[in-house]
């Protein structure tokens, strides 16, 4: 009776030890903010993406701006406004952002940045996930320092715009919205 008692016992520390290698972790407490297509008998890889957690906190926009553009440019505590996709702006208003991080390397051509909301118009419901375009006030110039760089980029043949900031939809890494960002000169 003894042998069988340590048997099951050394099945049941075997089989706890099994059912660990199958449990599902997050490195971060939260609420799952995307998940993964799968059906019942999928095959899930080891170190596969199965979800995306978004941390308890306040929202943040995330952008990636072209570095060739933004490198140098974009600094923390610069001014910034949002526009929602699918909120018109002329209706709801446009959310008061500040920059609070910039990437300090450039991967595939994009520097990350993240934004902190300062205000949001009570009309538009804020949550993860939410799309939409970025303007970051990068320098502020008279309107006659434009109309003579417009005059000397005519004159040298060089193009009056470098094309901005514009950006493709970043990866919500902490809680906050996906964004696309332009410069406003």
Same mark, same amino acid.
């Given at each position: !009776?003894?042998?069988?008692?340590?048997?099951?016992?050394?099945?049941?520390?075997?089989? @706890?030890?099994?059912? $660990?290698?199958?449990?599902?972790?997050?490195?971060?407490? @939260?609420?799952?903010?995307?998940?993964?297509?799968?059906?019942?008998?999928? +095959?899930?890889?080891?170190? #596969?993406?199965?979800? +995306?957690?978004?941390?308890?906190?306040?929202?943040?926009?995330?952008? #990636?701006?072209? =570095?060739?553009?933004?490198?140098?440019?974009?600094?923390?505590? #610069? $001014?910034?406004?949002?526009?929602?996709? @699918?909120?018109?702006?002329?209706?709801?208003?446009?959310?008061?952002?500040? +920059?609070?991080?910039?990437?300090?390397?450039?991967?595939?051509?994009? !520097?990350?940045?993240?934004?902190?909301?300062?205000?949001?118009?009570?009309?538009?419901?804020?949550?993860?996930?939410?799309?939409?375009?970025?303007?970051?006030? +990068?320098?502020?110039? =008279?309107? !006659?320092? !434009?109309?003579?760089?417009?005059?000397?980029? $005519?004159?040298?043949? *060089?193009?009056?715009?470098? *094309?901005?900031?514009?950006?493709?939809?970043?990866?919500?890494?902490?809680?906050?919205?996906? =964004?696309?960002?332009? *410069?406003?000169?």
């Amino acid at each position: !009776l003894a042998g069988e008692r340590d048997a099951a016992e050394s099945e049941i520390a075997r089989l @706890g030890v099994e059912l $660990a290698r199958y449990r599902i972790t997050a490195p971060v407490d @939260g609420v799952v903010g995307e998940l993964a297509d799968l059906r019942p008998g999928s +095959v899930v890889l080891e170190g #596969q993406r199965l979800l +995306v957690v978004v941390p308890h906190g306040p929202l943040r926009a995330v952008a #990636q701006f072209p =570095s060739r553009h933004a490198l140098g440019r974009l600094r923390p505590g #610069q $001014a910034a406004r949002m526009r929602l996709a @699918g909120f018109p702006w002329t209706s709801y208003g446009m959310i008061e952002l500040r +920059v609070v991080q910039v990437g300090t390397e450039s991967r595939g051509g994009l !520097l990350r940045a993240e934004l902190e909301i300062i205000h949001a118009p009570a009309a538009i419901p804020l949550a993860h996930g939410l799309e939409g375009s970025i303007e970051v006030a +990068v320098e502020e110039v =008279s309107p !006659l320092e !434009l109309a003579l760089r417009s005059v000397g980029h $005519a004159v040298t043949g *060089e193009p009056t715009s470098d *094309e901005g900031l514009a950006a493709r939809p970043g990866v919500a890494a902490d809680p906050g919205a996906l =964004s696309r960002a332009e *410069e406003r000169r």
